[in-house]
């Protein structure tokens, strides 16, 4: 018995905004085609609102703008994505719905985003040249990954069940603690713990 074929239809930029002000859910479009997003946990909420709740008064010190699961990330012609945070210190809003030149940017990892988080978005967020950090926060043990512009390149850092150490935010020039970020969240401390840096 033969399968039906249906040929793959993509959206342009214009096309997807439109249609998705009319969704119930969130899609993120990825080269012209739009993919379903997950319902978050409630840890994966808590580590978001903490965040915001940390960074919110230091952004708008600075005059930038920092936002929050609901607003999209525009990359190249076809592509955008809902990033769990974005600070945004650069120019004017190009878009009521979306930003394109972020200075930092954060997800919050889980087993359902892993991959994406890993290896597609580290991928394609990298090469945007206003972005200065790309932080990865684990909503399953206390550990935040970071890839910083350095000059030309990027630095990788691994932050690990440390206790006593902070966490760098780029941008903001800030550090913030790993107890700040997991209060109320019930993820136990670790009482040992690393910190590693790599050129990459």
């Known amino acids: 018995m033969g399968h039906a074929v249906k040929a793959l239809r993509t959206l342009s930029a214009g096309e997807y905004l439109a249609w998705e002000e009319t969704q119930r859910e969130r899609h993120e479009l990825v080269e012209g085609v739009p993919h379903a997003m997950a319902g978050a946990s409630r840890v994966h909420n808590l580590l978001v609102g903490n965040l915001y709740a940390l ?3 230091l952004a708008r010190a600075r005059g930038c703008r920092l936002y929050s699961e609901t607003v999209k990330l525009r990359i190249g012609e076809s592509t955008f994505y809902y990033p769990d945070l ?3 210190c650069a120019g004017d809003p190009p878009h009521a719905y979306y930003e394109d030149q ?3 940017l954060i997800e919050v990892v889980s087993q359902a985003t892993e991959v994406i988080d890993r ?3 580290l991928s394609r967020y990298l090469g945007i040249q206003s972005l200065q950090g790309y932080l990865l926060v684990d909503s399953r043990t ?3 990954e970071g890839f910083l512009r350095r000059g030309e390149g990027w630095v990788y850092a691994l932050w690990e069940g440390v206790q006593g150490k902070t966490i760098e935010v780029p941008c903001l020039g800030i550090h ?4 700040q970020i997991y209060e109320d969240t019930g993820i136990p401390e670790d009482t040992g713990g690393q910190l590693k840096t790599d050129q990459i």
């Open 142 to 144: 206390r550990k935040v």
């Open 102 to 104: 972020p200075c930092l």
């Open 119 to 121: 290896r597609e978005k």
């Open 86 to 88: 974005m600070l945004v």
């Open 55 to 57: 960074l919110r008064p």
């Open 176 to 179: 913030i603690s790993m107890g």
